[in-house]
């Protein structure tokens, strides 16, 4: 394999790493700050009516933002490249053409 190929394909592997790296850090962020609203929410008790709707819409949001990248990491990863034919099915063939080479000779 030529060094630029190899350069290119190590290349995508860690930008899709990073990826899924940055994306499984950004539902956990969104998980955390799900949980601290929650405990906001919970010891401050005595505030107004308008302060909990606030705090219980932005703990959905936070929820909400958790489903989807959770959604998107999932697509992702059942987007990912098929794997390339096995040596063992490239060898078959091989052998499977040089075989009828060998019958019927070449064909120009």
């Known amino acids: 394999m030529p060094p630029i ?8 592997f860690f930008s ?3 990826i899924y790296s940055l994306n499984s850090l950004l ?3 969104l998980i955390v700050y799900g949980r601290l609203l929650n405990k906001k929410y919970l010891v401050n008790t005595q505030r107004s009516d308008f302060y909990r709707s606030d705090l219980q819409l932005r703990e959905k949001i ?3 933002a958790a489903g989807v990248a959770i959604k998107l990491e999932n697509d992702m990863s059942s987007k990912a490249f098929a794997p390339p034919p096995t040596a ?3 060898a078959w063939q ?4 040089s075989d ?3 019958r019927h000779g070449r064909l120009r």
């Open 5 to 12: 190929m190899q350069l290119v394909l190590l290349l995508l």
């Open 94 to 97: 091989a052998v499977m053409r």
């Open 100 to 102: 009828i080479l060998k």
């Open 62 to 64: 936070a929820i909400a």
């Open 16 to 18: 899709l790493l990073f």
């Open 88 to 90: 063992i099915v490239s």
């Open 27 to 29: 539902c956990l962020l």
